[in-house]
């Protein structure tokens, strides 16, 4: 099959690309340790109708789809492991409805999170999911992203309340609403987030909105005393019931690369990063609170911003510290953990990691989102040696257990991918075979981005 030109017979070819910078992009990703594999071809359709159409081709002739967003997920989640076409829905970018009244607004999958927020200044109105990079709706719902401001509103499967997904067979099904709650039959909406363009595209995707706080202070505190003081104030400062915007934890590796990247003179210690956000009267009161306990564990400097400038230099640093960890190692691949576990087990799972990785004779760093639990040990690995990808390996394993044996999650927000298809069988190997008919009720002939969060499933037949 020559599966240029068949492509050809559904978009203009201008549409259609098998070579060129754009092209390599959709081979890796941004930011991932997995080797690039290239598709057969990368198609960017404008509507759910040419989505339809690209589906129902490749499903009858079994060519594997990976649809694609951004391409900034972790664990080689857009590789196209079995060739076939990477669907890039960058083209579908249009807000297409706000409402304000009813803080819902509707997108196309294509709408990045920086965009939407753009978009929504001019009503007041925030969509709080914040992953590091500028990441689609579209990808974000795939991978059920977080990030700094899960804490405070959950994450993406708190926002989604409603889809347009196209199966695997091209059948258009929708989920859920525009009501903020809902009692009809099984919770399809939730089912879909998550699912790693395993069972079908998303088009049309509606989410949560909120108000913008009417105040707003961000700041560092800062713990000579180690990282496990950090973790404990942080577990702490939720303990205290009050209403924290973010916690975020960074250990001293990781200021040393912020300073670094960033010409920041943050010192170099672990710090949690804090953002309080209500009424006037609220934060004044959670302020007083949080440095008291921050102090009771040994914190020195406990420093705020309250103008919005200094606010989003502060988050910048904390959104590009990955970037800045790849500039302190380059040449080197990026293998992330991404635990969460039971916020009562932080402070020691924060010791066992920084234990592990040292006794191992690793490099590595700590970073995380510990306000839900959630947290990464970055190994930045020599690729051209299998020893040193074994070794870290062995340490990602261990963090992983350390977590499952708590009864937390080997990923709490990046998703399975490529990279923790084994982790997933560790920790939910009773529940596969029902995830697998549920993947092959979707997406019967198998084309939706295979390969990705079941192990060893078989590859389309047919195709190119
Ligand atoms: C520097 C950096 C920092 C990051 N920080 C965070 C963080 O704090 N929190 C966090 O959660 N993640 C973080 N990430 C990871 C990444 O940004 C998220 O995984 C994000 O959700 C990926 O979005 P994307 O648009 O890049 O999607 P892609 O990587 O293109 O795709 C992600 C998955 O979704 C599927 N998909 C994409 N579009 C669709 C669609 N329309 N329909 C169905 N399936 C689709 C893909 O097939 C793939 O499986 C970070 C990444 C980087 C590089």
New binding site residues.
């Given amino acids: 099959m020559d599966l240029l030109s068949e492509l050809g017979n559904i978009l203009p070819q201008d549409r259609i690309v098998s070579e060129g910078e754009d092209f390599d992009r959709h081979g890796g990703?941004?930011?991932t340790y997995h080797a690039p594999i290239p598709p057969d071809a990368v198609v960017y359709p404008q509507s759910r109708d040419e989505v339809v159409e690209v589906v129902r081709f490749a499903n009858e002739r079994r060519v594997p789809i990976?649809?694609?967003?951004?391409?900034?997920?972790?664990e080689a989640?857009?590789l196209p492991v079995n060739g076939g076409i990477s669907?890039d829905?960058g083209r579908?970018n249009r807000i297409l409805e706000v409402r304000p009244d009813d803080f819902i607004v509707r997108v196309e999958?294509?709408v990045?999170h920086g965009g939407l927020n753009a978009a929504l200044a001019e009503h007041g109105l925030l969509f709080p999911?914040?992953?590091?990079?500028d990441?689609?709706?579209?990808?974000?719902?795939?991978?059920?992203?977080?990030?700094?401001n899960?804490v405070r509103y959950g994450?993406?499967r708190d926002q989604v309340l409603g889809l347009e997904?196209v199966l695997g067979d091209g059948t258009v099904m929708t989920t859920g609403g525009l009501s903020m709650k809902s009692s009809a039959g099984y919770n399809l909406t939730g089912l879909?987030v998550g699912?790693?363009?395993?069972?079908?595209?998303?088009?049309e995707?509606i989410l949560r909105l909120y108000p913008i706080p009417e105040k707003v202070l961000a700041g560092r505190a800062v713990f000579p005393a180690g990282i496990e003081a950090a973790g404990r104030a942080a577990v702490a400062v939720i303990r205290s019931g009050m209403q924290i915007g973010r916690v975020e934890l960074v250990d001293a590796r990781t200021i040393e690369a912020v300073n670094a990247y960033k010409q920041t003179d943050y010192t170099v210690a672990p710090t949690l990063f804090l953002e309080f956000a209500g009424s006037e009267a609220s934060v004044e009161r959670d302020v007083a609170v949080a440095r008291s306990i921050a102090e009771t564990e040994g914190c020195e400097t406990f420093e705020f911003e309250a103008d919005e400038a200094a606010r989003e230099k502060l988050w910048e640093a904390r959104?590009?510290?990955?970037?800045a960890i790849?500039e302190l190692y380059p040449g080197r691949g990026m293998m992330g953990t991404d635990v969460c576990v039971p916020i009562s087990d932080l402070p020691g799972a924060l010791r066992h990691a920084r234990e592990t990785i040292e006794s191992h004779g690793l490099e590595g760093v700590i970073l995380g989102?510990v306000g839900d639990g959630n947290y990464h040990a970055v190994f930045p690995v020599d690729m051209e040696d299998t020893a040193d990808q074994a070794r870290a390996e062995e340490v990602n394993e261990e963090i992983v257990d350390y977590a499952l044996a708590r009864g937390g999650t080997c990923t709490?927000?990046?998703?399975v991918?490529l990279g923790k298809v084994g982790h997933l069988e560790k920790e939910h190997g009773d529940s596969l075979a029902f995830m697998r008919g549920i993947k092959k009720l979707a997406d019967p002939s198998g084309i939706m981005?295979p390969g990705?969060i079941f192990a060893g499933e078989a590859a389309p037949t047919g195709g190119v």
């Fill in positions: 990703g941004v930011f990976v649809p694609f967003g951004e391409g900034s997920s972790l989640h857009t669907l829905l579908m999958p294509g990045t999911v914040d992953p590091g990079w990441a689609s709706l579209g990808g974000m719902t795939g991978t059920n992203a977080s990030g700094t899960a994450a993406m997904v879909f699912s790693e363009g395993t069972l079908g595209v998303f088009t995707i959104h590009d510290a990955a970037l790849r989102h709490g927000e990046h998703g991918g981005n990705k």
